[in-house]
């Protein structure tokens, strides 16, 4: 049943991409015509039961976060969907947005404001810093899901939330996390995991509501001590899962980034509900 | 205390003046359309007064070409009647004369200033791109746009916070005893509260009111989680809501120019403070 939902969201994203890069040809984008393309691309979305969350790096006395129940995209935004966004948000288009919201390099690869040249309109919109991307999940109505409810769906296997208990998982994740494509491929591709959900791992790297809030410092006096947990030699050792490499990594790239970075592995998809 | 009616920056007081002259110059054109016989009976005047209110947020929205000065004179379209009604009381000893003197004077002063806002758009690394309204202590809107115009000091920290935080409103607190009177006067301090729940403008008050701090360059803030996060990252603060009302932080204090582009930083508790204060020397230096 999930499948064939998917399915069917994949050829509306794929009806919605076409139309939409029909219309990046044309010189002139009006707002009816990009109210007429928001109207074709519904997020799909998948429920999320509540639960609790083991983060890699819990805070001191914090052993385990509760997520209460929310909904997340089964894939991660599209550049379809993101033309469609600034079609109808001018001010995110890569001529208009200041640095402090963008840096050189936002939106690298699009042929014009208006245009996605050569991109595929049904693979992950990527050069996309994460002031934009929290900027068009608000103006879904919607926002980024938080670190640990990514982290919470992204554990996710295929027989249970908790991937870790299934044979070969990590090696799996990690496998995928490590070949990601260097030119993302269309969404939806590969299997959905526990909760139907697409593309955590392998396609992109995703934003999340709390950039750099799993190393947040305790409230002390000390400044830093969290990096050094990640960044130095035996820094492993406050893990809660020394075996998890992959997310190693998503921490340790979450932790390096800046809110006006963008590169062209990194995307985001929307949640909604939750704690926030 | 009404901060809305005391921010203390020099382009708002002019800002201010200059919508006042607005409404004056538009009351004395109604009141000249009525002496030449158009529908000047009472109630043509006062809903004349109310569409005075807008003309004049207008014709602030139309001469302030950054996208902040707008919002701006959009936050203050609601206040736009009672600043008429503030304007009545306040020149209640003046007579029409000196009403019409003032007003050529400051019109004057407002057109050059006006013209020179439009022409310096905000800097792209300035913060105060940034121009959703958060509440203060007062339970009145605040954009950061509104600090444009003076340094400013930036801490974000919660209320229930009792090891970290308090030493970084101090540190805020030794920052402002360093500065020179005129600037220390100018100078704007913003506290920004992690704890979107628990620290209401009630409790921010109260929190000012403990610490002495209640002040007219003193703005205690709360937003919505998506803004406090945005304005976090564009700090580089970063935090986690831990639940149980704990939030783990990291410890700065941001200094920044006029414009707000950050031009000091200071990382952890305990730090020297020259950084900021030379900061706003510096910012101070060049403003005046």
Partial sequence: MTRTVATLISLALTLTGALLTSASAQSEATATQAEAQVALALPAMADIEGGTVELLFPIEGEEETRIEPFRIDLFPVTNAEFLQFVMANPTWTRSALPEVFGAPGYLAGWAGDYDLGNLDPTAPVTNVSWFAAAAYCEARGDRLPTEAEWEYVGKAGQQGPLGSQEPGFNERILTLTASRPAVPQAVGQGEPNYFGVYDMHGSVWEWVFDIGAGMATGDSRSEGDRRLQLVCGGGSAGASDKSDYAAFLRYAFRNGLEGNYSNSGLGFRCASGGGL | ?288
């Fill in chain 2, 1 to 288: 205390m009404n901060v809305k009616q005391n921010r203390p920056t020099r382009e708002r007081t002019k800002r201010s003046v200059g919508r006042l002259a607005t409404l004056l110059l538009a009351l004395l054109t109604i009141l000249a359309l009525a002496a030449c016989g158009g529908d000047g009976s009472k109630d043509a005047a006062g809903n004349s007064a109310q569409s005075t209110s807008s003309q004049a947020v207008d014709h602030a929205a139309h001469e302030q070409a950054t996208p902040a000065e707008a919002r701006d004179a959009a936050a203050d379209a609601d206040d736009a009647t009672a600043h008429a009604e503030h304007s009545a009381a306040e020149h209640a000893d003046h007579t029409a004369a000196d009403d019409a003197e003032a007003h050529a004077d400051h019109a004057a002063d407002d057109h050059a200033h006006h013209e020179e806002l439009s022409a310096a758009e905000l800097p792209g690394t300035s913060i105060y791109h940034l121009a959703s309204a958060f509440t203060d202590h007062h339970g009145e809107p605040m954009a950061l746009p509104e600090l444009r115009g003076a340094p400013s000091v930036f801490v974000m920290f919660y209320g229930d916070c009792t090891t970290a935080c308090p030493l970084l409103v101090r540190s805020a607190e030794e920052i402002e005893a360093a500065l020179p009177q005129e600037l220390r006067e100018d100078t704007q301090f913003v506290m920004v509260s992690f704890d979107t729940k628990r620290d209401t403008p009630q409790n921010l008050l109260a929190y000012a009111q403990d610490k002495g701090l209640d002040k007219d360059n003193w703005h205690w803030l709360v937003g919505t989680p998506l803004q406090t996060r945005q304005l976090a990252t564009l700090l580089g603060v970063q935090y986690r809501d831990a639940g149980n009302g704990v939030f783990a932080h990291s410890n700065l204090v941001t200094v920044v120019d006029p414009d707000g582009v950050p031009s000091a930083r200071l990382e952890g508790i305990s730090v020297e403070l020259e950084p900021a204060i030379d900061a706003i020397l510096a910012a101070g230096a060049v403003s005046n």
